[in-house]
């Protein structure tokens, strides 16, 4: 067998074993939704059932708490995302020594970790009397969330050919058209993919949302603690629906994509 013939198969074996460890618990989840147990579980099957999606549609508080993360994650993304633009473009403009100073800095939010973060987020902001809640959990969750938004149009940023903005500068454009016109479209990749990225950190965040929430409780902290009074499959339920609405829409992205490619041939 020719070694090209090897590694095309162990190539395929690697992929399904990754796919194979990737979706079993999603199925395993899914199927948990239809089971008649009381109990988040696929085995023993006590026969097939639609009730936790009616348990679901009844849980008020785990709808109150999918309302208080999508308002957070809406609030870090307003506040990251252009924070971590603004920090990307000074750290490209940043030569020498110090360059590796001041990523350095910027990077250490990512490096600490989400309990101590919340609890300086806490302490600090209890001088100015901001308690805890909704906005120090946005607070909080930006400190780190913003870093990833760096990296991203930081990545992007350092394949930029700089003499295009030069060009549109020496032509009479002033810096905030050649931003607006230049920079920003050629960025607009690396800020989609960040806003999508800073969106699901903050949805799924918990070390540190839980030392700022205060009365706020948001949905990860929420089934938290369901874990420890008594989970129900209606977590389940709940994840099975997130789960398709996230297919769907990938699957309309990539139809929309492939007609726009087909369209520009």
Known sequence: MKSETIMRWGVRFYIGVFFLYLFTPLIIMGLATFNNSRFPTVSPWSGFTLKWFSALAQDDNMWHALWISLIVAVGVLLVAVPIGICCALFLSTVHGKGKTLVY????????????????STLIFWQRFHVTGGIVLTVI?????IAAYVMLMV???????DRTLENAALSLGATQWQAFRRILL??????????????????????NTTLFVKGYDTT???YIASKVRTGLTPAVNALGLVMISITVILAIVYEIKRRREQSTRS
Request: net charge positive; hydrophobic share 55%; aromatic share 12%.
């Open 185 to 206: 479209p050629y960025l607009k990749p690396a800020i989609i993919s960040a806003a999508g990225i800073a969106f699901l950190q903050s949805f799924e965040n918990y």
């Open 104 to 119: 350095s800095i910027m990077m250490s939010p990512l490096l600490t970790p989400g309990v101590i973060i919340g609890i």
């Open 219 to 221: 949905l990860t902290v």
């Open 140 to 144: 909080a969750q930006t400190t780190f």
């Open 154 to 160: 930081l990545a992007r940023l350092q394949r930029f």
